[in-house]
């Protein structure tokens, strides 16, 4: 398994957003991807979902799973937008002690 990393970062070097994949053969996964909320609705998580798929598609990845927080509109509006679609609906399970 490889993982791809990619950090953005401002003028400033501050940072402003990550992502990352978790890379199998032909399949991906992304756990992570997120942008500052100072930098949010300015295009960042577009241009850091954009330039990822990119890459995992230059390296022979044919299938991206992610999972997104059923209350998040606007990630799951960019994902729709990129081209992913829904596959099934996760039920998460918790033990508090």
Known sequence: MKN??????DQNENPIGIFSANVNDSHARI?????SRNWQKQGVGKI?????????????VSKVRLTVDSTNEVAKSLYKKT???????????????
């Open 4 to 9: 791809l990393f990619i950090f953005c970062i």
């Open 31 to 35: 756990p992570t991807i997120a942008v």
């Open 48 to 60: 850091l979902l954009s330039e990822a798929l990119r890459q995992l598609k230059d390296v022979g």
């Open 83 to 97: 081209g992913f679609v829904h596959e099934y609906k996760r039920t998460n399970l918790v033990i508090t002690f």
